[in-house]
């Protein structure tokens, strides 16, 4: 069984560590790497926790998101998946503060019969992979989710795909890391980062050179644009848009418990009454303005799935930047400059890939020793073949 605990010191040298980026995947090493006793730092362009982890939805959606040519990353996916339950309660316990992990559960609707042949399919793909889904009938899906439209074909269905409030998250993330010892630095960029000799020495904040033993690259969509890395150390990281919309139900008699996928949106109920409308999928770079084409997108999509979103306040709207690499797939572990570690490239799977990135990522600096279920993503996959570097 996977080991989630990293509370005891280790007996050889102590690494101090500097962490690029303060979402989940920074905080969460920065926790687990100063509950083993190592000297941390982290360090973040803004605020922690409000980059791409504030943005996001806090679906741990393994199954249900794989969709063809995804077959690759479910070892990962599924691992940090199952790891989930045991973190939360610690992190709870570590931070005195509640994350909401939620388990009704995901479903994945068909609105007419064209798209129960889409999701059937899906369902097919999914269930031939192993995964714990299955079909519902229209009528099943009216009965656990009454305010859906009337006219809804059926689901596939997942009891393990559950959800996270990942605002909470941060929050006690940062709780976490504090208590644990970490040194949180907001509104600190990091402007570049110093090698000698082929390995890393520190990090510039400002005019401050910041000396480390090891550095993890975990700064999201930003991680492609610091100063100071070799072409074959830098992180090929882009940002992916993606627009949400915020409503607010009456928490005593929601109109949904589960998290749904519809043809077009996802809709994501928080315990506090809120309901999590996304998201576009948009390559505009770091242009964070909201557009009416995809606030529209989004409302009436959710709206076709269920009508009686029409009478509910809108709270908040926003625009975040999921960090894409070449594949969508993840990039960590070593590079060639050595102590430098990368932990980008999560796409829109950094929730769901906290606690698996954050467990082999302190192992490794710890240990020296590469868990095999990050292995298939190196950053020496974008190598080409028969290529040394």
Request: charged share 20%; proline share 7%.
């Amino acid at each position: 069984m996977r080991s989630t605990a990293f509370s005891r010191p280790i007996s050889v040298a102590i690494p101090s560590v500097a962490i690029v980026g303060a979402g989940a995947i920074g905080l969460s090493i920065a926790w687990r790497l100063a509950s083993a006793g190592c000297r941390v730092q982290v360090f973040d362009r803004g605020l922690a926790g409000r980059g791409a982890t504030h943005a996001a939805g806090g679906m741990l959606a393994a199954c249900v998101e794989t969709e063809p040519g995804e077959e690759s990353l479910l070892p990962l996916t599924r691992a940090s998946q199952a790891l989930w339950p045991v973190f939360a309660a610690e992190l709870e316990d570590a931070s005195g503060q509640s994350v909401d992990l939620r388990r009704e559960g995901t479903m994945v609707i068909a609105q007419t019969a064209d798209d129960a042949a889409k999701v059937r399919f899906l369902h097919d793909l999914q269930a031939g992979l192993g995964l714990p889904v299955e079909w519902l009938s229209g009528a099943e899906v009216r009965r656990r989710e009454p305010y859906l439209q009337p006219g809804v074909a059926g689901a596939l269905y997942c009891a393990e795909d559950h959800q996270v409030d990942n605002r909470k998250l941060a929050t006690a993330l940062h709780a976490a890391a504090l208590r644990a010892g970490v040194e949180v630095h907001e509104n600190a960029p990091v402007t570049r980062i110093e090698g000698q000799g082929g390995q890393v020495v520190g990090l510039w904040v400002g005019d401050r050179l910041v000396e480390a033993d090891r550095i993890v690259l975990a700064a999201g969509a930003w991680s492609a644009g610091i100063e100071g890395l070799p072409p074959p150390a830098r992180p090929p990281v882009r940002p992916v848009k993606g627009q949400m919309v915020c409503l607010r139900m009456d928490s005593r008699l929601p109109l949904l418990r589960h998290v749904v996928w519809t043809p077009g949106t996802y809709l994501i109920p928080r315990l506090d009454g809120r309901l999590l409308i996304g998201a576009t999928t948009e390559e505009r770079g770091f242009d964070d303005r909201l557009t009416a084409g995809g606030q529209f997108a989004l409302l009436e999509g959710a709206w076709r799935a269920l009508p009686g979103i029409a009478e509910l306040p809108i709270e908040e709207a926003w625009a975040g930047f999921r960090p894409g690499s070449r594949d969508d797939a993840p990039i960590l572990g070593p590079t060639e400059v050595e102590g430098l570690v990368l932990a980008t490239g999560h796409h829109r799977n950094g929730i769901l890939l906290t606690p698996v990135t954050a467990d082999s990522i302190a192992r490794l600096i710890l240990t020296g020793e590469s868990d095999p279920v990050i292995r298939p993503f190196a950053l020496d996959r974008f190598q080409p073949k028969g290529v040394v570097a």
